[in-house]
């Protein structure tokens, strides 16, 4: 084998696309002497020039010249766009047209230089003989063995392993985003399916959403101060200890607010100091003034009895009065220093508060500036105020803000191609977020190696960076692309030649610290502020909230609209089978609206294609999605996030909250009701704890919790959760209650009952009990019974237990007319 053809061997594994070759060039005039502002050009108006440089004369003056890129061979073929007399006239059109620099003057270009990793072959050279006589001195080939040369003189690590290197990372990237597809191991624990290559390829878009959500000061701040009527009243101790408590909730409130930045430290010393002297001024003159009115009727009634009285230093009060002040209600004598103390606290709180009422304003201008389009609205100056203020509301304590609005900002799905910014993706779990990194990661790496973008991807699965030294920003996050032209030697060197680095940051919330957390977060922040050519694309669950992140747009990824749940339908089955399936779909209507969460849709899709038919019972893919949705997710991805509590633990209590909400007839509950269901399902002691196993709760995602306002991920999950939490009744009281409602009428009941009977352990005693219970009904209450419900209810024991024998019962029910829905 030749010489010439080993370097074209060489050439090929080096520069698998010609954007990779023209970074490698780049690189090697960086380092060449007297070279400077290398650029890499791209797009129609560059007339043939894929890079320009300037280099010194003898005179010191700069002098620019162009560069022809080519990967391929060039050739004698006269007809082929590599061949010799084709790059020569893209050559002539580079020194024909002037170059147009950064302040709008056309420079000329003088000499150009026509590159490629192969040799100039004879026949090529000859084809362009008579061209080269008059423009040898404008237009030079530098090609094959004296290009190598020249990297091995100025950049000789580069033919080492850098080429190879950004190779090798793409190469990488898609086999590590096509094979870690945790859909196989779910697939594989529940026996729900097989999983295949084409699954890799099933990919959705989902479009994007930012919340806005309208808010106003809550209770802990509008009701912490009392009002100087309440003072002027009637004041007991239980009022002196709620105002107590208030205030010390205000002041833990400003604290809070002071972490976000919404409040200064001078503004935390400015309201302590007032509230604790309120509090002494107050209760001073309250207790005075309850012993002096006590001591005032038993001074009077000892001068009627003629016997001595002896008032109590107020030192040996406490001693003496403590009953006294347990039961005692009184109103203020002497108000005046209670009230100016008063008067000082509310000036101080007012002004504590004053850059809270900013942000307000800031916000409420915000939402007024709605009709703009998206990308102005996320180019806005005052939008890293707003989300931090909106992130600060999510995760605030009970009662500091309430909610006066609730708006949505649409983006497009498409975000990426058109939006440069970084930016943060929320989600709850299985809303599609590694999906979303996995596959515009691989079309991103495709683009790239196929010479369409100029954007090559970098994809991190957070958790690797749990432990151990960050680093620096290159060390944590770009090692993969070792020394690549593509990275600036300069953080402040702006990118001109429109590559980027497209920064795949995935599941912060899989950070166990949160330290590590802000620490990944402010490294990357720092990494590319100022650099115009890497964009951070950062995703967490909807739980994770701080404000190291409000640099960063928070964008939700919406779950699948109608037409996307086609469209992924569509993708997975073929048209056969389509029918079937929305037919199955369309009767089970809590299947039919789980279809828009990306995973739980895959799931039900998966079971589909098995089997050919959705689950005769149900039930069994909900366990699927409660196990899946508190910690079976994490188990999947192959990540062990943190937990202090067993997973059945976490689903007793939910179970627990579920049925008392279903109970109420609301979605929304607090954190009264889990407090309840950890001391009425465990013990009084884990309740104490009851603040961090909620807050483990929402990060799996199976709760959702905003501004104080909790609910189940959605609302057939408290169905679900609930009927399970009845199966474990022994008496059937709370059962046999919904049951009668819903036969009565009460919708509200029917998915509950439904549940129920598909969690029966015993097909006889469930259809027994429910056939002796309808029986009952429809004879004490014939005409209120609602003949559509008892339908559904047998249609339910059919589909659960197709052999239980239904029809025997039909007669004795009187539901003649819907007898013909069942078999004889």
Avoid at 489 to 500: P, Y
Avoid at 609 to 638: C, H, I
Wanted: hydrophobic letters at 40%; charged letters at 20%.
């Amino acid at each position: 084998m030749s010489k010439s053809t080993d370097r074209g061997n060489a050439a090929n594994r080096l520069f698998s696309s010609e954007k990779l070759l023209q970074e490698a060039i780049a690189g090697l005039l960086q380092r060449m002497p007297n070279i400077s502002g290398v650029q890499i050009l791209q797009g129609p108006q560059e007339y043939g020039k894929d890079l320009i440089f300037t280099y010194k004369g003898g005179l010191e003056e700069e002098i620019l010249c162009a560069c022809v890129v080519k990967k391929t061979e060039i050739t004698g073929n006269a007809a082929h766009s590599s061949g010799a007399r084709t790059v020569f006239n893209q050559a002539q059109q580079c020194l024909d047209t002037p170059h147009t620099n950064m302040a709008g003057i056309e420079v000329p270009i003088e000499t150009v230089y026509v590159m490629s990793p192969f040799d100039l072959s004879p026949t090529a050279t000859n084809s362009i003989r008579g061209q080269l006589k008059d423009k040898s001195k404008n237009v030079k080939f530098i090609c094959g063995t004296y290009l190598f040369s020249l990297f091995k003189k100025y950049w000789p690590d580069y033919l080492a392993d850098e080429a190879a290197a950004i190779d090798q990372h793409l190469k990488n990237i898609v086999t590590t985003l096509e094979n870690h597809n945790p859909l196989f191991g779910v697939a594989m624990n529940y026996d729900i399916g097989k999983q295949s290559v084409f699954a890799k390829k099933v990919y959705v878009p989902q479009a994007f959403f930012i919340a806005l959500n309208g808010l106003v000061a809550g209770s802990v701040v509008t009701e912490s101060v009392p009002s100087s009527a309440l003072i002027g009243g009637a004041l007991s101790v239980d009022t002196l200890r709620r105002l107590n408590l208030q205030l010390e909730n205000f002041q833990s409130a400003v604290e809070y607010l002071q972490g976000w930045g919404l409040v200064t430290n001078g503004d935390i010393g400015n309201i302590s100091a007032p509230i604790t002297n309120f509090l002494r001024v107050l209760e001073d003159e309250w207790r005075h003034t309850v012993v002096h009115n006590y001591e005032a009727q038993e001074e009077m009634l000892a001068k009627r009895e003629n016997r001595k009285f002896r008032r109590v230093s107020p030192a040996s009060w406490e001693k003496k009065y403590a009953w006294l002040f347990e039961r005692s209600e009184t109103k203020l004598g002497k108000t005046s220093d209670t009230l100016a103390t008063l008067g000082h606290l509310v000036s101080a709180r007012d002004a504590t508060l004053s850059s809270l009422e900013l942000e307000f304003s800031n916000l409420d201008q915000s939402l007024s500036n709605l009709a703009r389009p998206w990308n102005e609205f996320l180019s806005d100056s005052q939008l890293p105020s707003v989300m931090n203020l909106l992130s600060c509301a999510q995760a605030a304590p009970d009662g500091l803000f309430k909610i006066s609005s609730a708006t949505r900002v649409k983006l497009p799905s498409n975000l990426l191609d058109t939006w440069n910014g970084s930016i943060l993706i929320v989600g709850a779990a299985g809303y599609g977020k590694t999906s979303f990194c996995r596959w515009n990661a691989l079309r991103d790496a495709e683009r790239y190696s196929l010479d369409k973008a100029a954007i090559l991807p970098v994809y991190i699965p957070l958790h690797q960076l749990s432990g151990g030294k960050l680093g620096s920003f290159e060390n944590a996050f770009l090692t993969s692309l070792h020394r690549s032209a593509l990275v600036g030697k300069s953080k402040a060197t702006k990118n001109k030649e429109g590559k980027r680095i497209r920064l795949y940051l995935d599941g912060l919330d899989e950070v166990p610290s949160d330290t590590r957390k802000r620490q990944i977060v402010e490294l990357a922040q720092k990494g590319v502020q100022g650099r115009e050519d890497f964009q951070v694309v950062l995703t967490a669950r909807n739980h994770v909230h701080g404000p190291y992140l409000s640099w960063l747009p928070r964008l939700s990824l919406a779950g699948f609209k109608d037409e996307e749940v086609k469209n992924f339908i569509n993708q997975w089955l073929a048209k056969n089978d389509r029918v079937n399936f929305y037919e199955q779909l369309n009767r089970a209507s809590s299947l039919a609206n789980l279809m828009h969460v990306p995973l739980l849709a895959t799931l039900i899709v998966l079971v589909f294609r098995q089997t050919g038919s959705l689950p005769e019972n149900r039930t069994r893919l909900y366990q699927v999605f409660v196990e899946l949705l508190s910690g079976g997710w994490d188990m999947a991805k192959r990540m062990m996030r943190q937990s202090r509590y067993e997973q059945v633990i976490k689903l007793r209590i939910l179970q627990s909250v579920a049925a008392k909400v279903h109970q109420s007839r609301r979605r929304e509950f607090g954190n009264q009701q889990i407090i309840d269901a950890i001391e009425n399902t465990f013990s009084k002691s884990l309740a104490s704890e009851w603040k961090s196993l909620r807050d483990e709760l929402v990060s799996d995602g199976l709760i959702t919790k905003s501004a104080g306002v909790i609910q189940f991920a959605h609302l057939s999950f408290q169905e679900f959760l609930a009927a399970k939490q009845y199966k474990g009744e022994p008496s059937a009281k709370l059962v046999s209650r919904a049951l009668e409602a819903y036969l009565l009428g009460d919708s509200w009941w029917k998915e509950v009952i439904i549940f129920y009977i598909g969690l029966s352990d015993d097909p006889t005693e469930i259809g027994d009990w429910l056939v002796y219970k309808m029986k009952h009904l429809v004879t004490t209450h014939k005409e209120a019974i609602h003949r559509a419900n008892v339908k559904q209810i047998l249609l339910g024991i059919t589909e659960f237990y197709p052999h239980y024998p239904i029809e025997r019962h039909l007669k004795e029910l009187d539901v003649r007319e819907v007898a013909v829905s069942f078999p004889n």
